[in-house]
């Protein structure tokens, strides 16, 4: 095995941030041209490092490796003493760690594992000949603490669907889905919007409204007919939950806070992967690809503002499916797996500094 023909992920288990960034976007694409790609899980199990690192380094010394958010402490420490084995070494992060541990919003069981991240990190950082981050506002928080950051924006790995659901405007016998699809780590953006959507919800009989956090669902939402909360899924799960089900209205509320300051467009792709129209908040990332009224909505943080643009979408549907066709054509000029592909083939030669 040549040294710089290989890119081995060291994983820690964050399986959308390496699928969406790599795997599922530029390993194909790496392979054709010559590149071999691997996965070797870094198991937190007591000693894996000491059983399992002897076969990572007789199966890889030599390749790149590329390192997502997080390693096992034991793991960690392993790459410490073994890093001379192997070529260039990146490390990817798609979220502000730091600013998660401390956000007083978010889940305290989320925040407690940030924070273990967070804690580690500038051992990863300091590991990696370049830092790639999901988004210019991430790769700032990065400045300071090497002096190699570059930006990689998501690319697209969901194929996207027709728009035949649009065929229909809203009505009592055919209702518009609008859905949230954020994680709880977005719970306290929904609960900001949630007065937009009891309202609406109250008051209409051609939407249903889908929430995909199961059980954490807000008690003020939860009660709202015509309302579905299934529970959150993994994340092969959820790939196939996006290629079965469609939505018309997607919601993408994001406060302004320091966590969601790092925050990337993927939201856009996941809309656009259901068919979708999105209703954004007014503020980066998306005022960097939405263009209000062409190919979803930029709206400010009253929730006033964002009933009015559910409103808007469900009294003009004609608009509301071009401007879900207009956003998947951007879907797929912006997230161009090719991109993702050159940016790690340009890495694939790379000499460690």
Same mark, same amino acid.
């Given at each position: 095995?040549?040294?710089?023909?290989?890119?081995?992920?060291?994983?820690?288990?964050?399986?959308?941030?390496?699928?969406?960034?790599?795997?599922?976007?530029?390993?194909?694409?790496?392979?054709?041209?010559?590149?071999?790609?691997?996965?070797?899980?870094?198991?937190?199990?007591?000693?894996?490092?000491?059983?399992?690192?002897?076969?990572?380094?007789?199966?890889?010394?030599?390749?790149?490796?590329?390192?997502?958010?997080?390693?096992?402490?034991?793991?960690?420490?392993?790459?410490?003493?073994?890093?001379?084995?192997f070529?260039?070494?990146?490390?990817?992060?798609?979220?502000?760690?730091?600013?998660?541990?401390?956000?007083?919003?978010?889940?305290?069981?989320?925040?407690?594992?940030?924070?273990?991240?967070?804690?580690?990190?500038?051992?990863?950082?300091?590991?990696a000949?370049?830092?790639?981050?999901?988004?210019?506002?991430?790769?700032?928080?990065?400045?300071s $603490? &090497?002096?190699?950051?570059?930006? /990689?924006? =998501?690319p #697209?790995? @969901? %194929?996207?669907?027709?728009?035949?659901? !649009?065929?229909?405007?809203?009505?009592?016998?055919?209702?518009?889905?609008?859905?949230?699809?954020?994680t709880?780590?977005?719970?306290a953006?929904?609960?900001?919007?949630?007065?937009?959507?009891?309202?609406?919800?109250?008051?209409?009989?051609?939407?249903?409204?889908?929430?995909?956090?199961?059980?954490?669902?807000?008690?003020?939402?939860?009660?709202?007919?015509?309302?579905?909360?299934?529970?959150?899924?993994?994340?092969?799960?959820?790939?196939?939950?996006?290629? $079965? &089900?469609?939505?018309?209205?997607? /919601?993408? =509320?994001? #406060?302004? @806070? %320091?966590?969601?300051?790092?925050?990337? !467009?993927?939201?856009?792709?996941?809309?656009?992967?259901?068919?979708?129209?999105?209703?954004?908040?007014?503020?980066?990332?998306?005022?960097?690809?939405?263009?209000?009224?062409?190919?979803?909505?930029?709206?400010?943080?009253?929730?006033?503002?964002?009933?009015?643009?559910?409103?808007?979408?469900?009294?003009?549907?004609?608009?509301?499916?071009?401007?879900?066709?207009?956003?998947?054509?951007?879907?797929?000029?912006?997230g161009?797996?090719?991109?993702?592909?050159?940016?790690?083939?340009?890495?694939?030669?790379?000499? =460690?500094?």
């Open positions: 095995m040549s040294r710089h023909t290989t890119w081995v992920v060291l994983s820690d288990g964050a399986r959308p941030t390496e699928d969406i960034y790599f795997l599922a976007s530029a390993a194909s694409g790496l392979r054709r041209r010559g590149v071999a790609v691997e996965r070797f899980t870094a198991s937190r199990s007591f000693g894996a490092s000491w059983v399992h690192g002897r076969s990572l380094l007789r199966r890889f010394a030599g390749a790149n490796l590329l390192l997502c958010r997080s390693l096992p402490l034991g793991w960690l420490r392993w790459l410490e003493r073994h890093r001379d084995a070529g260039y070494i990146a490390y990817l992060i798609d979220d502000d760690i730091f600013a998660a541990s401390n956000d007083p919003t978010l889940p305290a069981a989320y925040r407690k594992r940030m924070g273990g991240i967070a804690k580690h990190q500038p051992r990863l950082v300091s590991l000949d370049e830092v790639v981050a999901s988004s210019e506002q991430l790769a700032r928080c990065f400045f $603490e &090497h002096d190699n950051v570059q930006v /990689l924006t =998501p #697209l790995i @969901t %194929p996207l669907p027709s728009l035949q659901h !649009f065929s229909q405007p809203p009505s009592s016998s055919a209702n518009w889905k609008i859905g949230f699809y954020g709880r780590a977005h719970l953006d929904l609960m900001h919007i949630a007065p937009a959507i009891e309202g609406m919800q109250s008051q209409r009989m051609d939407t249903q409204v889908e929430i995909m956090l199961g059980p954490h669902t807000p008690e003020s939402l939860i009660t709202l007919p015509r309302l579905n909360a299934p529970c959150p899924l993994a994340w092969e799960a959820f790939k196939v939950y996006q290629r $079965e &089900h469609r939505c018309h209205i997607g /919601l993408a =509320p994001l #406060l302004n @806070t %320091p966590f969601n300051h790092g925050k990337s !467009f993927i939201k856009f792709f996941d809309i656009t992967a259901m068919g979708g129209v999105g209703i954004y908040s007014n503020r980066y990332p998306y005022t960097e690809i939405v263009q209000h009224g062409k190919n979803g909505l930029l709206v400010n943080d009253a929730h006033v503002e964002w009933r009015s643009a559910l409103e808007h979408l469900l009294e003009n549907p004609i608009a509301a499916a071009n401007m879900a066709k207009q956003a998947a054509v951007d879907a797929k000029r912006i161009n797996v090719e991109a993702a592909v050159q940016f790690w083939l340009k890495r694939s030669g790379a000499v =460690p500094q």
